[in-house]
């Protein structure tokens, strides 16, 4: 029996789309890992799924998986290309995606772009988490990260350079993050724009990580470094992030691209 997808990036950071609106599929953290392979699978940065919403409003429930099998609660390139999928399927210019870190509305815009309004950044040390009580504006770490959650935990540095970048996989990993963290790495270069690079967690160094532009931002506006509309360049292309001081939301614009739709076997691999 195949199954349908749909392959679609934001920025390249890529995802591999898999419909569960109306059949349950048989997706374990084994066989999640082994579709998101370069070489044995389709290849992904994040596999999603789609199920029927539950809460009031929203158009699709909406689960996350890096390429390890693990579970994130969030993705904003992800959420733009689901976005922009419902746009396809339904004609709804403003679809409401429920996630587990809660409900995202969209819209998109005549020119293609999509925009997600990611909720509130969450600051507290509990809500990121950490390990244990820190001021997440300043870690006890080399460099002194900001950490903040956007549905998933993240920690940026503020750099010169990013010949740090490779230190990624041992800092997603330290026991200050329980859960581990996704690390950006972000380059000031006024008070509208960044640079960044972000290792995600379970994934390594993608293209574009839309939730850690925003947490950037937010880290960035924290310290005082930008404004609280800052355009992000990060490898794959650029975002607009804005963190609203009206209702402390943040809101991303972005694209989002259909690469191929195709069907897989997915009792040709393991479970």
Known sequence: MLTSFHKMHGLGNDFVILDE??????LTPVRIAALAHRKRGIGCDQLVTLRPACAEG???FVRFFNPDGSEAGA???ASRCVADLVFRQTGNRAPVLQTRAGVLPASIAPD???TVDMGQPRLSWQDVPLAQAHDTLSLPLPGAP???SMGNPHATFFVS???GVEQG???EHNPIFPERANIGFAKIEGPNRMRL????RGAGVTEACGSGACAAVVNAVRRGLVERVCEVELDGGQLRIEWSAQTNHVLMTGPATLSFEGTVALADYPA
Do not use: I, M, P, Q
């Not at 609106?21 to 048989?26: E, F, K, V």
């Not at 690079?197 to 995600?200: D, L, N, S």
């Open 58 to 60: 929203a158009d699709v």
């Open 21 to 26: 609106r109306t059949a349950h599929l048989a």
């Open 161 to 163: 350079d990013f010949s």
């Open 112 to 114: 293609g772009l999509v």
């Open 146 to 148: 900001a950490a903040a």
């Open 197 to 200: 690079k972000v290792h995600e």
């Open 169 to 171: 996989y041992a800092l």
């Open 75 to 77: 993705c904003g390139n």
